[in-house]
């Protein structure tokens, strides 16, 4: 029981639906603005540009076609984030903060920024993030890791700050020995 009362990831557990939702928010954001910045603005590299075939690497119809469906895929986790917060504004007992939902959404897109960087720049290797720019294209991967990590660490901090979230004296004691007690 003490596991359903006490803190969750070190935040009061009635603030887990909106920083679950803030979550949601953040990666589709996060996608959101790489592929409108990084594939459609500043057009330094499409979802399969760095594909170890290169008949797919350049073939830009089918590199617009998989940014298309990375957009899509982005779209759904903002749906989603928006669908949760709604319900958690709703259905649950949630503290309305919007400073442990900026914390959360800015957590989201570190985690978006992580899975991307780790799954298709360095897994997969389908693209890069700026192949062609500057300095190896280590720095530039690499530089998208720490931004995703800086941003999962500062979100969080952002929620911790906020007292709408934090633990209380009692959520600590409860969570000590699942009785109220120390």
Not at 12 to 18: G, H, N, T, V
Not at 51 to 76: K, Q
Request: hydrophobic share 50%; with cysteine.
């Amino acid at each position: 029981m003490a596991e359903r009362e006490g803190p969750w990831l070190g935040l009061r557990r009635d603030a887990k639906p909106l920083v679950i939702a803030g979550l949601a928010l953040g990666i589709g954001l996060g996608g959101f603005f790489d592929g409108i910045v990084f594939h459609q603005i500043l057009q330094i590299h499409h979802m399969l540009s760095s594909y170890p075939d290169s008949s797919i690497a350049t073939d830009l119809e089918l590199n617009v076609m998989a940014d298309g469906l990375f957009h899509l895929a982005t779209y759904v986790f903002t749906i989603t984030g928006v669908v949760l917060l709604s319900r958690a504004w709703r259905f649950h007992s949630v503290p309305n903060s919007g400073r442990t939902l900026f914390g959360a959404v800015i957590m989201g897109w570190g985690v978006f920024n992580l899975v991307e960087g780790i799954v298709d720049h360095h897994l997969l290797g389908l693209h890069h993030v700026w192949p062609a720019g500057p300095g190896p294209i280590i720095l530039w991967d690499g530089a998208f890791l720490l931004w995703g990590a800086l941003f999962l660490v500062g979100g969080y901090l952002v929620i911790r700050t906020d007292s709408a979230a934090t633990p209380r004296t009692g959520d600590d004691a409860v969570a000590t020995d699942g009785c109220g007690s120390n």
